[in-house]
């Protein structure tokens, strides 16, 4: 319904400091369309994309791309996608936006605003990607939310910590409960966490301690971007 993923969008005051941050754990940049007027660049590690935007913008999004979206705006208005808003105007970049469950944003664009690359998924320093993860309180409608969108969805999970995961084109998608994390949060597992946290740290990167309220046996790290995205590293619970 919502089509292929193409980035998780965060908007950023500085692009370059969100730039080289995450360059540091191993994303690297990717070749990028004029779809947009403000300043703009994609990176991945293999393993997920993020898009910087030089923007103004309440909340990270995610964004998908869906051919003839003008056409498609029916299909998703009679599914229940009622678009909050929509710019399809000829002589524009085709997108519009929605909203989730519990206020998460999404976007839909017309086309893609990156050429894709080969990157080797051990590139990140960060580990293995678990997903982008979003506090809910009620799991069953949002996870039935994103399996209308398209994504499908599984069996709750405990562990490295308690989430719903659900999988769609390109994307990783969790759900986790508000009261572990009132905040998104893009996770990742490691094996060998320690010495991951060693490296982070030793390129001055502000890694500290986290375990979630009501859950002390959950004790992985934390990492704040500068635009604000909260990156949670947290311990493999099946290295094998």
């Given at each position: 319904m919502f089509g292929s993923f193409l980035e998780l969008a965060l908007a950023t005051p500085d692009i370059v400091a969100?730039?080289?941050?995450?360059?540091?754990?191993?994303?690297?940049q990717l070749s990028c369309t004029d779809s947009w007027q403000h300043p703009?660049?994609?990176?991945?590690?293999?393993?997920?994309?993020?898009?910087?935007?030089?923007?103004?913008?309440?909340?990270?999004?995610?964004?998908?791309?869906?051919?003839?979206?003008?056409?498609h705006q029916s299909t998703l208005s009679a599914a229940g996608f009622v678009p909050l808003d929509?710019?399809?105007?000829?002589?524009?970049?085709?997108?519009?936006?929605?909203?989730?469950p519990e206020r998460h944003d999404v976007?839909?664009?017309?086309?893609?605003?990156y050429s894709p690359a080969d990157i080797r998924a051990d590139s990140s320093l960060c580990g293995t990607l678990l997903g982008w993860s979003l506090p809910t309180a009620d799991?069953?409608?949002?996870?039935?939310?994103?399996?209308?969108?398209?994504?499908?969805?599984?069996?709750?999970?405990?562990?490295?910590w308690p989430h719903r995961p659900l999988a769609g084109d390109g994307l990783n998608l969790a759900l986790h409960r508000p009261t572990h994390l009132a905040e998104p949060a893009l996770i990742?597992?490691?094996?060998?966490?320690?010495?991951?946290?060693?490296?982070?740290?030793?390129?001055?990167?502000?890694?500290?301690?986290?375990?979630?309220?009501g859950l002390p046996a959950?004790?992985?790290?934390?990492?704040?971007?500068?635009?604000?995205?909260?990156?949670?590293?947290?311990p493999d619970s099946d290295p094998g």
């Open positions: 969100s730039l080289r941050f995450y360059e540091q754990l191993g994303y690297r703009y660049c994609a990176l991945g590690d293999g393993q997920f994309i993020i898009g910087l935007h030089q923007r103004v913008a309440p909340s990270a999004a995610l964004c998908f791309v869906h051919a003839e979206l003008a056409r929509a710019q399809l105007a000829e002589d524009r970049f085709h997108h519009l936006s929605l909203q989730a976007a839909l664009l017309e086309a893609r605003t799991m069953d409608a949002g996870a039935g939310y994103w399996e209308r969108a398209g994504l499908v969805a599984f069996g709750g999970q405990e562990l490295p990742y597992t490691a094996a060998d966490l320690p010495q991951r946290i060693a490296a982070l740290r030793s390129l001055d990167l502000p890694v500290a301690p986290w375990s979630p309220p959950v004790r992985g790290a934390q990492l704040r971007a500068p635009e604000g995205t909260l990156i949670l590293l947290l």
